[in-house]
C-alpha cells in the first residue's frame, strides 16, 4: 500500500513539474514573440535559443527564431533551423509554416529552382494548405513564369476565398496579360476585403482603368472605341475557355456612354456602379454558355451581387480608400447597408 502511495505521489509531482516547463516554456517563446515584433530580432533569437536548450526539437522555438534569422538576412541560418525542424517532427501538422519560411530563404538567396522543389515537397504533405501555393506562386511571378504563377493563386484562392494577398497577385497577373474582365473581377474581390490601406490605394487605378474601357472622348459630339484585337477569337475558336470577348466589348461600350450629356455630371463612383452593373448583366446573360476558372469561380459572385441589389454598396467600398469626403459621407450614412453587404459575401459559399 505505501508504494502505490509513494508511485502517486511521484506522479503527481512529475505532472505539476511539467506543467510548470510547458508554462515557463510558453512564456518564453511569448517573449521571444514580442521582441520580435518590436523589431529586436537577436534579442528574440537568444530567447528561443534559451528554449532550444531544453527541448532542442519545439516547433514553436524553430519556427519563430528562423523567423527572425529571416529579418536579419541570416538566409542560411534559416534553412539549416528549417531543416533541424523537419527532420526532428517529420509528422507534425505545424511543419507546414516551416516549409513556407524555408523555401522563402532560398527565395531571397536567388535560388527560386530550389525555392520550387521545397514548395512542391511541401504540397504534397499538405496538399490543402493555400499559403504554399501562394508563395509558390509569388516566386514563380518573381520568374516570370506568368502562367504557371496564375494556376497557383487560382488553387490558393479556392483553398481560402478570404485571402486578399491571392486576389490581389492573381488580377495583377491577368492585367499583365491584358485578360481585363478576370483582372476586374479579382482586384474586385480583393478590394471587398481590403477595401483600405496602400494596396487598396494602388489598385484603385488598375480598376478604373479596366472599368473606364477603351473609349475617348475625341471631339465635342464624338467617341471613339478601341478594342484590342489581341482578345477576339481566332476563327476556328468556339467555347473558348475562360473567354470573356463579349464582355469585355460590353464593357467598352458602356463606358463610352460615359461622355453622354446625361452621364457627365455623375460623380467617378456613379460611372464606376454604372459599368460594373453593365459587366454583371453580361456575365449573367452569358454564363450558360462558358466555362473555365472565372466563369465558374468569380462569375457567380458577381451575379448574384447586382441581382442582391449590391453593386452600389459595392462601388462606394471601391473608393474607400480615395478618402473623399462624399465617399466617407456616404458609407457612415448607409452603414446599414455596408454591413448586408458584408453579411451576404462573408456568407456567400463559393464553388470550388
Known amino acids: 500500500m505505501r508504494y502505490k502511495v509513494s508511485f502517486l505521489v511521484l506522479f503527481i509531482f512529475l505532472f505539476v513539474f511539467v506543467k510548470a516547463q510547458s508554462s515557463f516554456t510558453e512564456k518564453l517563446i511569448q517573449e521571444g514573440i514580442s521582441l520580435h515584433k518590436k523589431g529586436e530580432y537577436k534579442l528574440a533569437i537568444q530567447t528561443f535559443d534559451k528554449v532550444l536548450a531544453?527541448?532542442?526539437?519545439?516547433?514553436?522555438?524553430?519556427?519563430?527564431?528562423?523567423?527572425?534569422?529571416?529579418m536579419l538576412?541570416?538566409?542560411?541560418?534559416?534553412?539549416?533551423?528549417?531543416?533541424?525542424?523537419?527532420?526532428g517532427n517529420p509528422k507534425s501538422e505545424e511543419l507546414k509554416t516551416i516549409y513556407t519560411t524555408y523555401a522563402n530563404s532560398y527565395d531571397m538567396m536567388g535560388q527560386p529552382q530550389k525555392a520550387l522543389i521545397i514548395y512542391d515537397e511541401a504540397i504534397k504533405l499538405f496538399p490543402n494548405y493555400f499559403h504554399l501555393y501562394f508563395n509558390k506562386g509569388i516566386t514563380l511571378s518573381q520568374m516570370e513564369l506568368i502562367d504557371k504563377a496564375i494556376i497557383n493563386f487560382e488553387k490558393s484562392i479556392v483553398l481560402q476565398p478570404n485571402h486578399s494577398g491571392s486576389h490581389n497577385a492573381l488580377a495583377r497577373m491577368q492585367y499583365s496579360k491584358r485578360n481585363k474582365v478576370q483582372s476586374l473581377m479579382a482586384f474586385s474581390r480583393f478590394i471587398i476585403l481590403e477595401p483600405k490601406g496602400r494596396r487598396a490605394e494602388l489598385n484603385l487605378p488598375f480598376i478604373e482603368d479596366i472599368t473606364k474601357g477603351n473609349a475617348q472622348e475625341t471631339g465635342p459630339n464624338s467617341v471613339t472605341l478601341s478594342l484590342d484585337i489581341s482578345s477576339l477569337p481566332e476563327e476556328d475558336e468556339t467555347n473558348k475557355?475562360?473567354?470573356?470577348?463579349?464582355?469585355?466589348?460590353?464593357?467598352?461600350?458602356?463606358?463610352?456612354?460615359?461622355?453622354?450629356?446625361?452621364?457627365?455630371?455623375?460623380?467617378?463612383?456613379?460611372?464606376?456602379?454604372?459599368?460594373?452593373?453593365?459587366?454583371?448583366?453580361?456575365?449573367?446573360?452569358?454564363?450558360?454558355?462558358?466555362?473555365?476558372?472565372?466563369?465558374?469561380?468569380?462569375?457567380?459572385?458577381?451575379?448574384?451581387?447586382?441581382?442582391k441589389g449590391?453593386?452600389?454598396?459595392?462601388?462606394?467600398?471601391?473608393?474607400?480608400?480615395t478618402q473623399d469626403k462624399h465617399i466617407t459621407k456616404w458609407l457612415a450614412k448607409n452603414k446599414e447597408k455596408v454591413d448586408a453587404f458584408y453579411e451576404w459575401s462573408n456568407g456567400y459559399v463559393w464553388n470550388n
Open 54 to 70: 531544453e527541448d532542442p526539437l519545439s516547433i514553436s522555438a524553430l519556427g519563430e527564431k528562423a523567423h527572425s534569422l529571416m
Open 73 to 87: 538576412n541570416k538566409y542560411e541560418e534559416v534553412v539549416k533551423t528549417c531543416q533541424k525542424c523537419i527532420k
Open 241 to 307: 475557355e475562360n473567354d470573356f470577348t463579349a464582355t469585355a466589348l460590353i464593357l467598352s461600350l458602356n463606358s463610352g456612354m460615359n461622355f453622354t450629356n446625361k452621364n457627365k455630371k455623375k460623380s467617378n463612383v456613379q460611372l464606376f456602379e454604372g459599368n460594373i452593373k453593365a459587366v454583371c448583366e453580361s456575365l449573367a446573360e452569358l454564363s450558360k454558355d462558358n466555362f473555365g476558372f472565372y466563369w465558374e469561380y468569380y462569375a457567380p459572385y458577381f451575379i448574384k451581387m447586382n441581382q
Open 310 to 321: 449590391y453593386t452600389e454598396t459595392f462601388s462606394y467600398i471601391s473608393y474607400a480608400s
